[in-house]
Structures are given as structure tokens and as C-alpha cells.
């Protein structure tokens, strides 16, 4: 028997420094690191010591034999990975990050935002340095995209949050929420209060489309429906109504998935989730049967991951049907992402018409909206030169960061610029999201956290960092003030 890792895998690496016969892959300095959307385990090494299940965040690793239903595909995926791999490989051993020399004194450091990338760079900090850590963010609750933006039928993903909490509640971490850096608190305060300040602030601006008809009511951002989902205190009750039978989602990103998953779910397996209760009460009353993906690019680039794709074929009593207007589900390689639509039904579909009895998702490729139609309100989206009537319009195409006054930004990329997250403002840095862009799931922040930390580590060691104007009480006292 050998462990096979699973769908919830978020890349986060921490299965790898345990394992004592280094056989999980691809590790953070491989190359593949950066493109693969999970890791896989060489079941011809692996000496089933568990050391990797204890690890895991997320319940991603499990006996490969145990595996049953629609999760039994991973022990042969596991199993595919290493196909090209010479019998009796053995693998060289990896490698760990550096700490702070113990003679140099512990610094202050301040870390924005209480998301994965704030998570990371606190465990890293924690374990590689001395630092008196305070957390800062402006959401009244802790945990960014973890809290706010996974979907709430992905419980094991949301867990990540708990081994994240953990560590602000190390001793050397203190916590303060609802501060807002560039709000009710400036740069150049927080600044003159610590050794350094890593800012970890995500990505939290939708891009638009910029086509006519979108600030409608009824055409929302990706993240309006997320954050509503999920409870977002910042997103009113009635932000989604799901009076129509159609809703179109543009993009077919995970987010996009994650949206047209939560729409056309049963209500009752939602109901034992984190679920916002509104959303949950919307979804009983909902009428939306159908939701139409709209991808600009052909299938072999969709920009869905495999294992969220294969779940979502599995999802009970809807049918995934692929608009097949350019012989899309017939890719000859099986390596593609194309090949994912293998075997669903298919075939070219009138979208002026109402959608069939039953919930369906639709997969339309090559095609993008020219406008979104209505007087008061979303009625129709104007696709290929069709009107599509829906009730719901949904753009998911991707965020981008928002600038911190007094920290530099890059308008064009939408990030703060940075060399392997120091940005060109003393004792300032960057991590994650807004260090890297919009891309990436929960685990791709753990390697980034480390770059950042080992930046911090470089300039602590040269001298570089100014001893800050203040101390700790001032700093208390000044939030006490505001
Ligand atoms: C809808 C959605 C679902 C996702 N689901 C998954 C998934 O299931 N699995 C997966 O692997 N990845 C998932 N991802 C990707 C994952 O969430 C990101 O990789 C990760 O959240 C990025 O981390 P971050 O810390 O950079 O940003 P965030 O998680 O966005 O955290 C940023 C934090 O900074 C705070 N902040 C922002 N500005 C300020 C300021 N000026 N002052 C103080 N605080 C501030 C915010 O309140 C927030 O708490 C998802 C992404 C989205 C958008
Ligand atoms: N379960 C999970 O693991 C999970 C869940 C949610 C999110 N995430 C991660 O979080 C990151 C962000 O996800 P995301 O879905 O927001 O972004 P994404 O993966 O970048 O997908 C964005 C989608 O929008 C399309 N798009 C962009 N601009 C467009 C335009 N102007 N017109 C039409 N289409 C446009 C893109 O098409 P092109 O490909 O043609 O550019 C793509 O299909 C990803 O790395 C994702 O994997 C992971
Ligand atoms: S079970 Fe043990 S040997 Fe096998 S992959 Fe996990 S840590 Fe490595
Ligand atoms: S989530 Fe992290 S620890 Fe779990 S299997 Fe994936 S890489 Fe390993």
C-alpha cells in the first residue's frame, strides 16, 4: 500500500519536508513547482509512514487502497506522474529554509493582512527568527480568502484557516484587527513603530470587462457572490437574487467553477457547510437551472484546474454539457485539458431558448459577451451576436491588487513592486497576492512567504534595517487612539 495525494491538495509543500524517502513531487526547487496543480507520490518509494497525512492542512493525503468513489482517479494519477520515472529511482534528499543567526537581536515585525500569505510568513517568522510579530488587518474577522473566498463545500480547504490561527496565537504574535494600513492607520506610523513591515494584502479589486451594460443590477463581480456566500459582512443580504432560470459566468477559472458549483447544488448538501445562512436560504428559493461558462479561450486552455473540473462532473443531478460548436470534446491528447471533457454529452445548443427541466452547466468555448441587455435590470447577454436571455451575469475574470497609500504600486501590473519581496521603501516588503498578482492557490503563498522571510533574514544579517523611531507601548497606545 502507498498514500496517494487528492483533490483538496493546495500545493503547499508541508507534506514534503516530512517525508523521510523525499518521494513527493515535484518539490519547491523543481522545476514543475510552479506550474503543477497538485503534488503527487511516488507510490514505488513511498514506505507508507503516514508522516505526510499528519502534515497535510487540508486532508489531501490518504491510503491509496482506502480511496473510494470519485476520488479513487488520484491513486492512478499519483501512480501517472511518475510514469517516466526509471524503476527503483531514488530520490535526493530536500531541502530546508535557513534561520536567523541567534546572536542577532529580534526584530519588530509588522505583517498586513491575515490571509495564507500573512499565515506563511508568520509560521516562517515564527520558526526562522526571533521576531515580535503583531498582525494587522481592516476585516473585523481573520483569515482573508480563506474565510471569505474558498467556497464553503471545500471544508477541507477552509481548515487550512485553523492551522493559520494557530500560529497567531503563538506568544510572540499579537493580533489587531479592523486596522486599516492607509485608513485608520498610515504607512509611515506603522513603519515608525517596527524593524520591518510586510505587507500581505491580496488582490482584492474585480477587473471589469468594460462592455456595455455591466454596472447593472444583476451583473456582479466574482467576488461579490463569494463574499455573499460566505458571509461577508461587507456584501448586503440581498446581493444575488436568483430569480432567473439562467445565469452566465465569464472566465472558467476556479472562482468561476467554485460559483456555478454553489448555484446548481443541492441546498440540503449545502446546509452542513460553513454556508451563509442568506445564501443558503436564497439557494432553496433559487430558479436557477442552468448556468452558461463562458471561456474566451478553447478547452485545452481552460483555466480550471483537473481536480476541481473532475469534481464538478461528479456533482449530483447536474449535467455538464459541452456547447460543441468547434468539435472541442475530441482532443486527441490525453495530456491536454481538453481530453476532461471526454465522454459528457455534447453537441451545439440554441441558447435563445430557456434551459432544458433539470440543472445543467454549460460550457461554452471560444466566446465572450459584447454586452450585458436590460432596462432595470440584467434580462439578456449578448453573446456571438445572440441574445442570451439570464438574470444573473457574472464576471470572473480574474483581481488585482489595490494600492496602499504610501507604499509603492505598479498601476499596470496592479502589485506592489518588489525583488524577491523587498519593495523600494525602507524596512517595507510583500508577499503572496499582492507580491506576485492573482494567481495561484493557497499552497503557491508557503514558498513565496519563505522567499520574502529570507529577503528579511538577508537585510536583518547586512544591517540594513533602521531601529524603529518608537516602541511597542507607543504603538499599542497609538491604536488605542484610533
Ligand atoms: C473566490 C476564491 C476562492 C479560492 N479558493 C481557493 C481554494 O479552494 N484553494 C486554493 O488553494 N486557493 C484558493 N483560492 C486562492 C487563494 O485564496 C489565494 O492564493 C490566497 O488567498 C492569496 O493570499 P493573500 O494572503 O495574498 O490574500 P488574501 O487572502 O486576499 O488576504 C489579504 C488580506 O489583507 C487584508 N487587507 C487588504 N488590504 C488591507 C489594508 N490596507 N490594511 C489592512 N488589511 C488589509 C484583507 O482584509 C485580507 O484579510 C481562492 C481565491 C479566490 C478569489
Ligand atoms: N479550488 C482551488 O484550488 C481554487 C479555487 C478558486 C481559486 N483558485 C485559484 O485562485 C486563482 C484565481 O482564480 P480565478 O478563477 O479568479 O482566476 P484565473 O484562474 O486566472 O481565471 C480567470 C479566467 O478569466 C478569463 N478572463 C480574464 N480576462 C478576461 C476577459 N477580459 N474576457 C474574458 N475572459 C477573461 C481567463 O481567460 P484566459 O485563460 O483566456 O486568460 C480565465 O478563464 C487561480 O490560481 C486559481 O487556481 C483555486
Ligand atoms: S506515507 Fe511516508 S513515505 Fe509515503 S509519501 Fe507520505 S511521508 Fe513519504
Ligand atoms: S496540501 Fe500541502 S501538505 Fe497536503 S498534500 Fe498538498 S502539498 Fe502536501
Known sequence: ????????????????????????????????????????????????????????????????????????????????????????????????????????????????????????????LLRSTDAEITVLDRAPLAGGLVRFGVAPDHPATKRIGDTFAGALRHPRVRVR??????????????????HAVIYAVGAEASKDLGIPGESLPGSLAATTVVRWYNGSPEVPEDAVDLAGERAVIVGNGNVALDIARILLSDPDELSDTPIAGRA????????????????????????YTRSEFLAMRELRGVTVH????????????????????????????????????????????????????????????????????AGLFIRSIGCRGVPVPGVPFDAASGVIPNERGRVDAPGTYVVGWAKRGAHGGIGANRGCAAETVDTLIDDIVAGRLAEPARGPKDFERLLRGR
Open 280 to 303: 443558503l436560504a436564497a439557494l432553496r428559493a433559487s430558479k436557477v437551472r442552468e448556468v452558461v461558462l463562458l471561456g474566451r479561450r478553447g478547452p485545452e486552455h481552460a483555466a
Open 1 to 124: 500500500m502507498a498514500y496517494a495525494i487528492t483533490q483538496t491538495c493546495c500545493n503547499d509543500a508541508s507534506c514534503v519536508s516530512v517525508c523521510p524517502v523525499n518521494c513527493i513531487h515535484p518539490t519547491p526547487d523543481e522545476p514543475d513547482f510552479g506550474t503543477t496543480e497538485m503534488l503527487y507520490i511516488d507510490p514505488a518509494t513511498c514506505i507508507d509512514c503516514g508522516a505526510c497525512a499528519d502534515a497535510c492542512p487540508v486532508d489531501a493525503v490518504r491510503p491509496a487502497d482506502l480511496l473510494s468513489g470519485p476520488e479513487r482517479v488520484y491513486s492512478e494519477l499519483n501512480r501517472a506522474h511518475f510514469a517516466d520515472e526509471s524503476p527503483g529511482t531514488v530520490w535526493g534528499a530536500p531541502r530546508f529554509p535557513r534561520s536567523l543567526p541567534s546572536a542577532a537581536s529580534a526584530p519588530r515585525v509588522a505583517v498586513v493582512g491575515t490571509g495564507p500569505a500573512a499565515g506563511y510568513t508568520v509560521q516562517s
Open 322 to 389: 459541452v456547447d460543441e460548436r468547434g468539435g472541442e470534446s475530441t482532443a486527441a491528447d490525453p495530456d491536454s485539458k481538453a481530453a476532461l471533457l471526454r465522454g459528457l454529452p455534447s453537441g451545439p445548443v440554441d441558447l435563445g431558448f430557456p434551459p432544458p427541466e433539470g440543472k445543467r452547466l454549460l460550457l461554452r468555448f471560444g466566446s465572450a459577451p459584447s454586452a450585458v441587455l436590460g432596462e432595470h435590470g440584467v434580462r439578456a447577454v449578448r453573446v456571438d451576436g445572440e441574445d442570451v436571455p
Open 177 to 194: 484587527l479592523g486596522v486599516e494600513i492607509g485608513g485608520n492607520l498610515s504607512h509611515a506610523e506603522l513603519a515608525a513603530h517596527h
